[in-house]
């Protein structure tokens, strides 16, 4: 239960509306635990009207016990039976009186029940709107290790599944259990005061249902942690069988990976069906003590009865009672089990909205404008989640306005450049500055909002090519975005399709080739026209043709800012004002394309294997 308190927060900001939520629920049982005095009632009248036409003299004790109980009723009931004697009405408008005021008793606790679902409710949906958007917009402020050592289909099953269990407690279950005390304060008041003995024996079995209930919802607690978790695991299988599908059918491996869901399912199934087990057991027990209340209340009534010990209304009246109580009683276990699912989905959530992002914003950020001017001074950084160590003592000073190509073999770390350029991580040692601000200063928005980055791995949004492009900038401008994909190189093929730049792309731009999603990619980055852009390895899927055409269009657009080329190529149609070649995280040489090759090193091999392979390829053609 304790981690239920997380939510307290949204309860105040709806405090209105559950209150009146609440005094809705009193109402709506206020006007039903009438209804069984009222019956009561009528019951002792007709008895009393027997009595009278059979022995008169048998009448007037009655009539006097028949008082003593009805000054024990509630005022509105004391209330009407005072205006029937005053009104001298005869026993038939008796009934058809008080069968008119049980009706009107019912719609009232009716319409007051509509308007409590309509607090609590709809309160619990505006706590899952807002608890959705607390969760998502944390998710969004974590950093990238965070995703990598958490899966997506987890993360969602979090969002929806956990979020969803959370609104049963706040809705339904708080609503049920406030009813169920308002039923039951209700009816043990007036059961009380009607006959305390007989109250005492319908209620005996009220304390074993308690431990019962006590001990099932210990297993139910921790059933439903279990399942959650086998949740998470099955929808993470889905989800990477559903973005991985094209890799599944090429290496013709649907039946593996069936197997491996339906190893799970079966997980999935065998402790879900084990939790519908304990809960078929649980609900009918509950309603096995029910009626063995009932059946107590008739028994001892009846014997009650035989002695003039109480009137037939009185049974009547505790029978009532007793089916009353039977949904709020029998809903103490679902109740009990929404909250033990609610606690432990909470719990889930906590775990996440408790995890702290290790890049953060600083208690007093800069948010300068950037003009470009780049320096890594020592910089040491090892990955956290694998403990790599991807640069070494690694020094980089870029003047603003140069365009610097970063060469190596994979694992070199040169993509690591870029995420610390952009603080997706904090450097281990050392620092970086721009324009003589290091970047743990700055605003983080206000940092990566004035860098254009185009990653190695392209993500594109399941939306149009106009509004994947836009992402990013706020102006909506369709001449900005074709001048980006001119400069991208693929505004003619953007043409060429049906609907051109309102053409819809698949999930991760799946309907596009390779070499056209990171072309759009570049066109996202250049529309942003920033100082300062980095590129990673973002001609890697394009032709030589395309790759020639594209490097001169940037050299029009990078003409006065400060460009980053990571690349495993050597691009010798781009002139570049320093080359820097990284080996195993260490700056290794560094200089223009011709200083390079006179130093006959680590450049020059590279250069020379390219070459190698190019006239490998052409010789294969």
């Known amino acids: 239960m304790k981690h239920l308190k997380a939510i307290n927060k949204y309860f105040w900001k709806y405090r209105w509306r559950f209150l009146f939520g609440i005094l809705f629920i009193v109402l709506s049982n206020y006007f039903k635990i009438l209804t069984p005095q009222l019956t009561g009632f009528v019951i002792d009248e007709v008895q009393l009207e027997l009595v009278q036409k059979s022995d008169p003299t048998k009448a007037a004790p009655r009539v006097a016990e028949m008082e003593a109980k009805q000054s024990r009723y509630d005022i509105g009931v004391q209330g009407m039976i005072a205006y029937y004697k005053n009104a001298h009405l005869d026993f038939g408008e008796k009934v058809v009186w008080t069968g008119i005021i049980l009706l009107a008793l019912a719609i009232l606790s009716g319409f007051f029940m509509f ?13 899952e709107y807002d608890q959705k958007n607390e969760v998502f917009n944390h998710y969004l402020r974590l950093d990238s290790n965070f995703y990598k050592t958490h899966s997506t289909g987890d993360l969602m099953n979090r969002i929806a599944e956990d979020v969803s269990r959370v609104r049963m407690y706040t809705g339904p279950a708080l609503m049920y259990f406030i009813n169920l005390a308002a039923t039951i304060g209700f009816s043990v008041f007036f059961m009380f005061s009607t006959e305390p003995r007989l109250t005492l024996y319908v209620l005996a079995p009220l304390p074993l249902l308690a431990i019962i209930i006590y001990l099932v919802n210990t297993i139910i607690n921790k059933r439903s942690e279990r399942i959650q978790a086998l949740l998470s695991d099955l929808t993470t ?28 399912s079966e997980e999935y199934k065998k402790n879900a069906i084990g939790l519908a087990k304990v809960e078929a057991l649980y609900f009918p027990s509950m309603a096995l003590l029910i009626g063995l209340s009932t059946l107590l209340t008739i028994m001892i009534g009846g014997i009650y009865a035989i002695n003039h010990q109480v009137t037939i209304g009185t049974i009547a009246e505790f029978v009532m009672y007793v089916n009353m109580l039977t949904f709020p009683v029998s809903a103490i276990g679902w109740t009990a089990s929404m909250i033990q699912r609610a606690a432990a989905s909470q719990k889930r959530l906590n775990e996440f909205l408790q995890t702290e992002t290790a890049i953060a914003n600083p208690p007093q950020p800069v948010s300068p404008e950037l003009q470009g001017h780049i320096v890594f001074d020592r910089v040491n950084f090892t990955y956290p989640n694998t403990g790599i160590h991807a640069l070494k003592n690694f020094s980089l000073d870029i003047k603003k306005g140069q365009k610097i190509a970063i060469i190596g073999h994979t694992g070199s770390g040169k993509t690591t450049i870029a995420q610390l350029l952009l603080r997706m991580y904090d450097p281990s040692e050392g620092s970086i500055r721009i324009d003589g601000l290091n970047v743990n200063t700055m605003d983080l928005q206000s940092l990566r909002r004035q860098i254009s980055y185009v990653p190695q791995d392209v993500f594109l949004f399941s939306d149009t090519i106009t509004n994947n492009i836009l992402f990013g900038v706020d102006e909506q401008s369709d001449a900005r975005v074709h001048q980006a994909a001119r400069y991208a190189s693929v505004d003619k093929e953007i043409q060429g399709f049906y609907d051109k730049y309102e053409t819809m792309i698949g999930e991760r731009g799946v309907t596009l080739s390779g070499g056209q999603k990171q072309r759009i990619s570049i066109a996202r980055a250049l529309i942003k026209d920033p100082q300062i852009v980095v590129f990673d390895d973002c001609l890697s899927a394009v032709d030589a043709r395309t790759e020639k055409e594209i490097l001169g269009n940037l050299g029009l657009f990078l003409k006065e800012k400060t460009a980053i080329i990571i690349t495993h190529r050597i691009f010798t149609l781009f002139d570049f004002d320093q080359i820097v070649v990284l080996e195993d995280g260490q700056l290794v040489e560094k200089g223009t394309h011709t200083e390079l090759l006179a130093r006959n090193g680590h450049y020059t091999y590279l250069y020379e294997q390219q070459l190698q392979e190019r006239s490998d390829a052409a010789e294969d053609n």
Request: avoid cysteine; proline fraction near 0%; charge should be positive.
């Open 115 to 127: 308007l409590m679902r309509q607090t609590i409710i709809v309160m619990s949906r505006y706590i």
């Open 237 to 264: 299988n889905a989800q990477e069988s559903y973005s991985g599908i094209r890799v599944i059918k090429s290496f013709v491996q649907e039946k593996a990976m069936n197997g491996f869901f339906e190893k799970n």
